[in-house]
């Protein structure tokens, strides 16, 4: 868990001097939670196209599942 832990904020985490224009403009990890603050379904909605593949590709890391923010951003751009 600590791993994950880590993972998560080193991924949110802008290295010194980095500029972040858009919090979906760079490759961090997303929680379902955050995705859907940006993609507007409900949790219900989102389970069934992570299962037919509707959804961008998701990182499973130990039981939790992971976006890029980049496959997010990139989703959107496509859907709108």
């Avoid at 832990?5 to 979906?24: E, W």
């Avoid at 993609?39 to 959804?55: F, Q, Y």
Wanted: no cysteine; aromatic share 8%.
């Amino acid at each position: 868990a600590d791993d994950v832990q880590n993972l998560i904020y080193r991924s949110n985490t802008p290295s010194k001097g980095a500029m972040v224009d858009h919090p979906l403009s760079n490759d961090r990890l997303m929680l379902k939670k955050e995705v859907l603050r940006y993609i507007p379904v409900s949790p219900k909605t989102w389970d069934r196209w992570m299962k037919d593949g509707t959804a961008p590709r998701h990182i499973r890391i130990g039981r939790q599942n992971f976006w890029k923010a980049s496959d997010v951003h990139n989703w959107i751009e496509s859907h709108s």
